[in-house]
């Protein structure tokens, strides 16, 4: 079964530092584009980053970039979401998410659409 | 950025009915890269369609998904009890994309 299982959510005082991983299974991990998006519950889904296949290139949303870091590591299969200088607005439900990717005769084609999502891990920052 | 409204925020209609939502976007997104997402109350959400038209893999033929440019919609044909939840668009077409706010199907 393709899953993703986050973790390492908690309460935090603002300005403080959370570590959330994203373990996976059931697919090659090492293929795929992964996702970091964010939801304060009632609202709506928001992206906050993503790495890619090897790691080696890192996007993130303007309103995390320079406090967050994505990182993954494929031999674990786990992906990471290090944040530090935690403010009261990123209290939220973090979800890692797989991106979506089309594979044509010689290549394959990343997206930022996401195909499988964790169940998300509550991160509150009070 | 690419905004992408949602309408109507909510939709009350009964088990069987059709529900037609909307995702209007306030530019043309590049190769109709729009993405229909379906969430429960507590879960994650669920990719339902991408590309504007195809579903995603598992998905009952009763979703469907039409639009180009800037004009999307998602239809369900005939509404089952699993399906009252809330969907949400996205574009993919200039990175990193962009969610809606979301539309809400609820039991009338």
């Known amino acids: 079964e393709v899953q993703l299982v986050e973790s390492g959510g908690g309460l935090v005082q603002p300005g403080g530092s959370l570590r959330l991983s994203c373990a996976a299974s059931g697919f090659t991990f090492r293929g795929y584009w992964i996702h970091w998006v964010r939801q304060v519950p009632g609202e709506g889904l928001v992206w906050v980053s993503r790495?890619?296949?090897?790691?080696?290139?890192?996007v993130y949303a303007d309103s995390v970039k320079g406090r967050f870091t994505i990182s993954r590591d494929n031999a674990m299969n786990t992906l990471y979401l290090q944040m530090n200088s935690l403010r009261a607005e990123d209290t939220a439900v973090y979800f890692c998410?797989?991106?979506?990717?089309?594979?044509?005769?010689?290549?394959?084609?990343?997206?930022?659409?996401?195909?499988?999502w964790g169940e998300g891990t509550t991160v509150t920052v009070s | 950025d690419i905004v992408l409204t949602q309408s109507p925020d909510t939709l009350s209609l009964s088990p069987g009915e059709r529900a037609t939502l909307s995702c209007r976007a306030s530019q043309t997104i590049t190769s109709n890269y729009l993405a229909w997402y379906q969430q429960k109350p507590g879960q994650a959400p669920r990719l339902l369609i991408y590309g504007a038209s195809r579903r995603a893999t598992g998905i009952p033929d009763r979703f469907s998904g039409s639009g180009s440019g800037t004009d999307f919609t998602l239809t369900i044909t005939r509404l089952e009890p699993e399906d009252f939840a809330v969907y949400h668009c996205?574009?993919?077409?200039?990175?990193?994309?962009?969610f809606g706010q979301g539309s809400k199907v609820e039991v009338k």
């Open positions: 996205q574009q993919y077409g200039i990175s990193p994309g962009t």
């Open positions: 790495v890619n296949a090897d790691g080696s290139d890192m």
């Open positions: 998410a797989r991106g979506g990717r089309f594979c044509g005769s010689s290549s394959c084609y990343n997206y930022y659409y996401m195909d499988v």
